[in-house]
């Protein structure tokens, strides 16, 4: 029993380990893409204990400590209990959506087949959803507990924002769901080994482009990033609905914004490119369409599989953050315009369309 | 479900939802009602009903009660003051909950006390839910999508005759 309770704890700490490197490489992103985009070198001063060496990691290693030592200013008339769980209620949500994503996987090891995914739920995706749907408490009760108006408009805005989306996003998936005929993720990630006509490895994307489509756009929308930041808008709420955060609870707010990117990267992985597979590689080495192969261990598939899962989360972390850079601000009439009337209708197209298509082709 | 568990749940359980009527500053109130459905949902787990624990929070901790806040917030409700709560009202109230707890009594003492016999291999998850849903109870699932329809028609119908 100890073994496998020592395995899960295992597997649970790898994969919060594995996000909170990407969210560090989502901030290295933030700092040196934003520059290149806009035509700057970016942070590179950073001195500490008079040495600046290393440039941009200086910054990346004395951003936290400043945060960390930062008084942490509560003002007047703030309702106490809220504005102290707020910043929690925003981080914890999203941080332990990770529980039931795959990361890999199978690996054997001295007898024993470890599956690579900390928790194997039967309602996986519900769960997720679940869990960040919780994360919108944070956003509005910050808004509210702090007594400042800009905060109160930036909750109400972001909570507005967070749940028309969310349905969106929901009804975005429920397309990936049909194909699978899964909730579980590992089961969605297994189905996508196989190939097409023999040599097209089968990812999500082929068979849901639009309901990709839609999830990301949605998604991006949920982790209220520009173009659709209005909860924070600095040019017109000063930060929204935290505001009045100083020191580590505004760097837990300015985390769980990370987090929620690589959330987003994570489901867009999963579910469209195929999670932790690589093209031609099965359980026991590579099976070239070609007719070649190559026998591996089982532990160097787990690690190449650990590595694409990783390198996928990297490309779509980064690419939600040129996304960010590249695009102005939607304005909040445009924002709820494009939630309800584009993008829900989409989607339930896309509900409508997958439905059919399977029903003929299981008829067929 | 084991029982030490089954019992600090309940317990917080029964707080949170005392708080949700108790406390003056609807902002709390809505927040632990927040709280009541959230462990309500981790009693469904114990009973094998992992999907509907998850629609649970989905649905009510994750939407409703945040609509519930948003409206508070929008109407800017202050802590009540004064004595609101009328007598009448704490009469209705404890006469309702004297009859429902007579109801409880009685339909728990028809409960037979034996040893629950265990629940068959997948149930409770998804597929199993999905199973009964769209066969045996299709009509009233069905009847209730329409329910909510109309509910839906009638709100922008309001909405539009304020606007």
């Not at chain 1, 999670?275 to 190559?294: E, T």
Request: aromatic share 10%; glycine share 8%.
């Amino acid at each position: 029993v100890a073994v496998e309770v020592g395995i899960v704890a295992a597997k649970a700490l790898f994969i919060v380990l594995l996000v909170v490197q990407v969210m560090g490489l989502g901030v290295f992103f933030e700092r040196k893409v934003s520059a290149l985009i806009q035509n700057r070198i970016g942070a590179n001063r950073a001195s500490i204990l008079g040495f600046a060496g290393l440039g941009l990691v200086n910054t990346l290693v004395a951003d936290p400590i400043k945060f960390l030592l930062k008084e942490d200013v509560v003002p007047a008339g703030t309702d106490r209990l809220f504005h102290f769980l707020a910043p929690l209620l925003s981080l914890i949500p999203v941080l332990v959506t990770f529980a039931v994503v795959p990361f890999g996987d199978v690996l054997e090891i001295g007898g024993r087949v470890i599956n690579l995914q900390a928790a194997e739920l039967n309602v996986g995706l519900l769960y997720i959803l679940a869990m960040a749907s919780l994360g919108v408490y944070g956003v509005v009760l910050a808004g509210w507990a702090s007594n400042n108006r800009w905060s109160l408009l930036g909750g109400i805005r972001g909570t507005a924002q967070m749940i028309s989306y969310e349905i969106a996003l929901g009804l975005g998936l429920i397309g990936t769901i049909i194909v699978y005929n899964s909730l579980d993720l590992q089961d969605m990630a297994r189905a996508q080994g196989q190939l097409l006509w023999g040599w097209l490895p089968a990812w999500g994307i082929l068979y849901q482009p639009l309901g990709f489509l839609i999830f990301l756009v949605a998604g991006v929308a949920e982790s209220k990033r520009i173009p659709f930041d209005l909860p924070e808008s600095e040019s017109e709420l000063v930060a929204g609905y935290f505001t009045e955060y100083s020191g580590s609870k505004h760097l837990m707010f300015m985390m769980s914004d990370f987090v929620e990117v690589v959330l987003i990267a994570v489901l867009v992985t999963t579910l469209f490119f195929g999670a932790w597979q690589v093209p031609y590689l099965a359980r026991d080495g590579f099976h070239f369409p070609w007719g070649s192969g190559l026998a591996l261990p089982s532990l160097v598939v787990a690690l190449l599989q650990v590595t694409a899962f990783a390198v996928k989360l990297v490309f779509f972390t980064w690419l939600q953050i040129v996304v960010r850079w590249t695009l102005p601000r939607f304005r909040y009439d445009q924002l709820m315009r494009l939630g309800w009337q584009g993008l829900l209708p989409l989607a339930l197209v896309n509900v409508v369309v997958t439905a059919f298509v399977v029903l003929v082709l299981e008829r067929a | 479900m084991n029982p030490f568990v089954f019992i600090v749940l309940a317990v917080l359980t029964v707080l949170a939802a005392l708080t949700v009527v108790l406390h003056r500053n609807p902002v709390h109130s809505a927040c632990a009602l927040v709280v009541t459905l959230f462990l309500l949902s981790i009693f469904f787990v114990g009973l094998d009903a992992q999907l509907v624990a998850a629609l649970q929070v989905i649905v009510y901790a994750g939407a409703v009660v945040v609509l519930f806040l948003f409206v508070i917030m929008l109407l800017n409700l202050q802590v009540e003051e004064g004595n609101v709560s009328a007598r009448p009202l704490i009469a209705t109230g404890a006469a309702g909950s004297i009859a429902l707890a007579v109801l409880l009594v009685a339909a728990l003492r028809r409960a037979t006390s034996g040893k629950a016999t265990g629940v068959p291999a997948g149930f409770g998850e998804t597929a199993a839910l999905a199973e009964r849903l769209f066969t045996a109870y299709l009509v009233p699932f069905e009847l209730t999508s329409i329910l909510l329809l109309v509910a839906i028609v009638g709100a922008v119908a309001l909405a539009k005759k304020g606007g």
